[in-house]
């Protein structure tokens, strides 16, 4: 039995927590090396591997998004299918997400991580997007390399803006809402599994704090296990990675997803009521995620065009001047507003449960004084050289959309219902 194995920190530009996880790993009996996201030739030198919490890339796009889709990530599927260890902290756990490395069934891209979520007891949102407190996680599985011979509730830190479970899959769900793929869940200082805030800091679907391949070689947690200098309840998921590859207990192949398997998803047709205010917001500032996004798009096809981002508002229930009149629509001195004009090379993308629309209205119908709606969408505009086949290869790939958190619609036409 090997008394110190080796694992490798992976840091992506962004990331902020590789000096703190190599720092546990090493407290914890490892011998713990911060290697980056380009050295890829250093894949399959170390047991385990671990993608550690920050903002790669800036989140651009989406949280995780851009990160899953570099070259390394194919270095690390080979290591998985070996049964390597990797773990996923924070936005690590949104690389893994978006990577297809935990599948549920054939289908690889079976979860994602949408914007926290903060509800009072009448179900109000109270606050979206980036949170920071201490919460409690108990596990649901104790086989697995992160929570074997783990009974014990932790107590460990949050800190993410897009950190809540969620699936539109009815197999995923199940995994989620069953044992069979969630290592720990969000729980109160009882152990029983919250159901709600403040016990479910993001409002993940069955308060899932951590979830897991089938065979419990690769998890994805949101809270950080590795965020204290001195010994910590979250030295536990560690003490446990350890024991797990010094037992020699993973498999010797593990399935894996695959994302060029994954499908196109369905496009819809972007159609509004004709009463309906429907505004464009741009940047007047420099777009940095759209250039980000653009690039990574570029780079997945290996031609170069042009890939500009806006969104696109739907409001029903008061006038554009009086949406335009409360000043919470776009910021003048960064950003335009416009009246909406559909364009040939166009993709919509609208969330499933977009709480930040939700939220907007609920300011504007406060303000307005009566009931207002709208409907949030974030435009990618191509440019004219790019034909239909590039851009269903894109939103098959899922670096747009992914299909668990939003769908995506085209406009090229009379979109008034």
Same mark, same amino acid.
């Given at each position: 039995m090997k008394s110190t194995p080796t694992l490798a920190v992976i840091a992506f530009p962004g990331n902020n927590s590789e000096t703190e996880t190599a720092r546990a790993a090493e407290n914890n009996g490892f011998k713990a090396e911060i290697i980056r996201w380009n050295e890829v030739d250093k894949i399959g030198q170390y047991e385990a591997? /671990?993608?550690?919490?920050?903002?790669?890339?800036e989140d651009r796009g989406r949280a995780g998004a851009i990160a899953a889709r570099e070259p390394i990530f194919e270095a690390l599927r080979s290591e998985a299918k070996k049964g =390597?260890?990797?773990?996923?902290i924070c936005n690590g756990a949104q690389m893994i997400v978006e990577s297809g490395l935990i599948p549920v069934g054939r289908d690889p891209l079976p979860f994602a991580l949408a914007d926290n979520v903060r509800r009072d007891k009448n179900d109000h949102v109270m606050g979206t997007g980036y949170y920071n407190t201490w919460c409690a996680i108990r596990p649901d599985r104790t086989d697995t390399?992160?929570?074997?011979? !783990?009974?014990?509730?932790? =107590?460990? &830190?949050?800190? @993410?803006?897009?950190? +809540?479970? %969620?699936? +539109?899959? !009815?197999?995923?769900?199940?995994?989620?809402?069953? %044992? +069979?793929? /969630?290592?720990? +869940?969000?729980?109160?200082?009882?152990?029983e599994t919250a159901q709600g805030y403040p016990a479910n800091p993001n409002g993940a679907t069955a308060a899932v704090a951590m979830i897991v391949n089938i065979e419990g070689t690769i998890g994805a947690i949101m809270p950080h296990p590795e965020r204290y200098p001195l010994e910590c309840d979250g030295d536990q998921i560690f003490k446990a990675m350890k024991a797990w590859i010094q037992a020699g207990k993973s498999p010797e192949t593990v399935e894996i997803g695959d994302l060029s398997s994954q499908l196109l998803?369905?496009? @819809?047709?972007?159609?509004?009521?004709?009463?309906?205010?429907v505004l464009e917001k741009t940047l007047i500032i420099t777009d940095n995620e759209g250039f980000s996004v653009n690039q990574a798009a570029n780079d997945l096809l290996g031609v170069k065009f042009t890939l500009d981002k806006s969104f696109v508002y739907v409001v029903e229930g008061a006038s554009q001047?009086? $949406? $335009?009149? %409360?000043?919470l629509m776009a910021n003048p001195n960064k950003e335009t507003l416009v009246e909406f004009t559909a364009k040939p090379q166009q993709i919509l993308v609208e969330l499933f449960e977009d709480d930040p629309a939700l939220h907007l209205a609920d300011q504007l119908s406060e303000q307005l004084g009566k009931t207002v709606t709208v409907r949030r969408l974030k435009a990618w505009n191509f440019s004219e050289e790019v034909g /239909?086949?590039?851009?269903? =290869?894109?939103? =098959? *790939?899922?670096?747009?959309? *992914? &299909? *668990?958190s939003g769908a995506p619609y085209k406009a090229y036409a009379d979109f008034n219902a």
């Amino acid at each position: 039995m090997k008394s110190t194995p080796t694992l490798a920190v992976i840091a992506f530009p962004g990331n902020n927590s590789e000096t703190e996880t190599a720092r546990a790993a090493e407290n914890n009996g490892f011998k713990a090396e911060i290697i980056r996201w380009n050295e890829v030739d250093k894949i399959g030198q170390y047991e385990a591997y /671990v993608l550690p919490g920050g903002f790669s890339f800036e989140d651009r796009g989406r949280a995780g998004a851009i990160a899953a889709r570099e070259p390394i990530f194919e270095a690390l599927r080979s290591e998985a299918k070996k049964g =390597k260890v990797i773990l996923g902290i924070c936005n690590g756990a949104q690389m893994i997400v978006e990577s297809g490395l935990i599948p549920v069934g054939r289908d690889p891209l079976p979860f994602a991580l949408a914007d926290n979520v903060r509800r009072d007891k009448n179900d109000h949102v109270m606050g979206t997007g980036y949170y920071n407190t201490w919460c409690a996680i108990r596990p649901d599985r104790t086989d697995t390399a992160f929570s074997s011979d !783990t009974e014990a509730i932790l =107590k460990v &830190p949050v800190a @993410h803006g897009e950190g +809540r479970f %969620t699936t +539109r899959s !009815t197999e995923a769900l199940a995994a989620l809402e069953s %044992t +069979r793929q /969630v290592a720990f +869940r969000y729980c109160d200082e009882a152990g029983e599994t919250a159901q709600g805030y403040p016990a479910n800091p993001n409002g993940a679907t069955a308060a899932v704090a951590m979830i897991v391949n089938i065979e419990g070689t690769i998890g994805a947690i949101m809270p950080h296990p590795e965020r204290y200098p001195l010994e910590c309840d979250g030295d536990q998921i560690f003490k446990a990675m350890k024991a797990w590859i010094q037992a020699g207990k993973s498999p010797e192949t593990v399935e894996i997803g695959d994302l060029s398997s994954q499908l196109l998803p369905e496009v @819809h047709t972007f159609k509004v009521e004709r009463d309906a205010v429907v505004l464009e917001k741009t940047l007047i500032i420099t777009d940095n995620e759209g250039f980000s996004v653009n690039q990574a798009a570029n780079d997945l096809l290996g031609v170069k065009f042009t890939l500009d981002k806006s969104f696109v508002y739907v409001v029903e229930g008061a006038s554009q001047a009086e $949406v $335009v009149s %409360t000043g919470l629509m776009a910021n003048p001195n960064k950003e335009t507003l416009v009246e909406f004009t559909a364009k040939p090379q166009q993709i919509l993308v609208e969330l499933f449960e977009d709480d930040p629309a939700l939220h907007l209205a609920d300011q504007l119908s406060e303000q307005l004084g009566k009931t207002v709606t709208v409907r949030r969408l974030k435009a990618w505009n191509f440019s004219e050289e790019v034909g /239909v086949d590039e851009i269903e =290869k894109i939103l =098959k *790939n899922g670096l747009l959309c *992914n &299909p *668990n958190s939003g769908a995506p619609y085209k406009a090229y036409a009379d979109f008034n219902a």
